[in-house]
């Protein structure tokens, strides 16, 4: 899962408000940063009726927030 930068320059200007929400850059001005997680999912079936699952996510401990 990845998502790529948004600088202030490129911020819709409906969100530049939302200070909240977004990491700021040297200037104080609100953007997104880019990011990326790795996961490892694996399914093993056992016989018909049984199916085993597991995981980890996150495998580089990346601090993120996904944005819609």
């Known amino acids: ?10 911020m819709p200007v409906t969100e530049i408000p939302k200070t909240y929400m977004y990491a700021t850059d040297s200037d104080g001005n609100p953007h997104s940063p880019g990011w990326y997680t790795l996961k490892f999912k694996a399914m093993y079936q056992i016989g018909n009726h049984l199916t085993v699952s597991g995981g ?3 495998i580089t401990n990346e601090g993120y927030r996904p944005f819609a």
């Open 1 to 10: 899962m990845y998502s790529g930068a948004v600088p202030f320059e490129n």
């Open 56 to 58: 980890v996510e996150n």
